[in-house]
């Protein structure tokens, strides 16, 4: 198994993901609450208050994840790549409840973006995560 290249599959979407937001605060939408429910399903500013720690985080995690997936980074990186994967894994359980209806009207643009992409993106990321942390297990639990 590959884990390089797992790493660099789940770092290259918390980067496209880091850039949107990057892309939101540099340009913002012309309409901010209707790109807040299509992205999020719920009214939220997209201010530098907001957006700066998400695109550090975003960030920070790509390279935790390619560190740890080259066997590289000690526990601090795997630490982060443990929340990653917890994280990930938790929105897509959530994105599948909201695939079946409850929480989110079927009609939205949100339910159409988190059934057919955050959603998927979510679960094969926490599975590819969870690849790359098995593969490393051995060092994740010495000390």
């Known amino acids: 198994m590959n884990t390089t290249r797992l790493g660099a599959f789940v770092a290259a979407i918390l980067v496209v993901d880091a850039l949107a937001h990057l892309y939101w605060l540099i340009w913002p939408a012309s309409d901010p609450r209707a790109l807040s429910m299509a992205v999020l399903n719920m009214d939220v500013p997209f201010t530098p208050r907001i957006l700066l720690p998400l695109i550090f985080l975003l960030t920070a995690a790509a390279a935790a994840i390619v560190a740890v997936s080259r066997g590289r980074g000690g526990w601090p990186a795997k630490a982060v790549a443990l929340a990653l994967g917890a994280g990930l894994l938790a929105r897509g359980v959530v994105g599948l409840v909201w695939c079946l209806g409850f929480g989110t009207?079927?009609?939205?643009?949100?339910?159409?973006?988190?059934?057919?992409?955050?959603?998927?993106?979510?679960?094969?990321?926490?599975?590819?995560?969870?690849?790359?942390?098995?593969?490393?297990?051995?060092?994740l639990v010495r000390v």
């Open 105 to 139: 009207d079927t009609g939205t643009p949100f339910y159409w973006l988190n059934l057919l992409l955050y959603t998927p993106v979510c679960l094969i990321s926490a599975g590819a995560v969870v690849l790359i942390l098995a593969r490393t297990r051995k060092t």
